[in-house]
């Protein structure tokens, strides 16, 4: 797949949670290891991060400030009117998934009215790309963790030593050595117990499939499993029209819940990890709250894309214009 994408990873900043190993791997799983599709999806994916300057955004995370969400544009206006927890890593089930929670108690015309489907999308890909990088950490630190639990240097080497791809060598006959390393993912808790009728309209659609888009085609493999809880009888007419726009293999992931969804939850999720908002003890996951998540900047930095910005932003002050730090759609 490196082979196959070459061109555009090498025309791609070096961040692990871009170009790294894991994220060819969630497209590979994603795809189900069909390399020329996959390898399509990838290619797609780095160029609707230029098109969209979705860089720029993960520079601003990283490194501009916007490093929780309370930070993000349209924060204030989107987390009051769509309440979540777009991700508490230190609030795991038992497999070690970082869990994210989103109620659906809104009005997508008020969403429309307040903020605009544009602006939402600006505040859901700040989202993604959080939850990304997140991910990439939490997998790196159970990787030294592995590592670190090994005897001795050479037995790190080793485990650390990656064959090179031999071009015309059938995949059996492929130099291996022994497979180890960790991709961690989310376990979402989606309540719905506000949905109704107006959901069902070109409005709600418009929000939910232009999300679903965005995170299934540039996002794969994030999610581990999804508890859809509190669900009225009428989002069996949405789930039906939604399954048409997710890939079967994330719909089997989903699990259909009504109202006594704690015990198959408790299943999965120790009591003092499932979050106060749908009925749990969790509270240090709370939303509102700023926390600086512990980024290794090294690890995630790229010293090529920051001289890059600097020069960019250096030219432009000279010139007696300001460079934004992220990207802002407005619904005008």
Known sequence: MRAACAEAIAASPQWPDVVGDRKLLRFLQGH??????????????????????????????????????????????????????????????????AICVDQYDFDPNEVIEKIGVPNYIVFATHVLEY??????????????EHLDSLPDDEARAAAKAVPVYQEGVA????????????????????????????????????????????SSDNYPELM??????????VFTSIWYLIKGWIAAKTVAKVSLLGGSYMSEMLEDIAEENIPAMVGGKCTTN?????????????????????????????????????SPPVTVFTTE
């Open 131 to 144: 939850k990304s990088c997140i991910l990439e950490q939490m997998s790196e630190n159970k990787d030294k």
């Open 224 to 233: 581990r499993k999804c508890y859809m809880i509190n669900t009225p009888w």
């Open 171 to 214: 995949e059996g006959e492929q130099e291996e050595n022994e497979p180890y390393g960790n991709m961690c993912t989310t376990l979402v808790i989606r309540d719905l117990g506000a949905v109704g009728f107006r959901h069902l309209g070109s409005t709600g659609q418009e929000i939910i499939r232009t999300v679903v888009a965005i």
């Open 32 to 97: 189900e290891y069909k390399l020329d599709k996959a390898s399509e999806m990838y290619v797609n994916f780095l160029n609707w991060r230029k098109e969209n300057k979705v860089d720029k955004i993960r520079h601003s995370i990283m490194d501009g400030g916007l490093d929780h969400p309370t930070k993000f544009p349209f924060a204030e206006i989107v987390m009051k009117l769509m309440p979540s927890i777009p991700i508490a890593p230190a609030a795991c089930d038992k497999a070690g998934s």
């Open 286 to 322: 709370d939303p509102s709250v700023y926390f600086q998540y512990a980024f290794d900047k090294e690890y995630f930095t790229d010293p090529a894309y920051n001289a890059k910005v600097s020069s960019a932003s250096a030219s432009a002050a000279t010139d007696g214009e300001v």
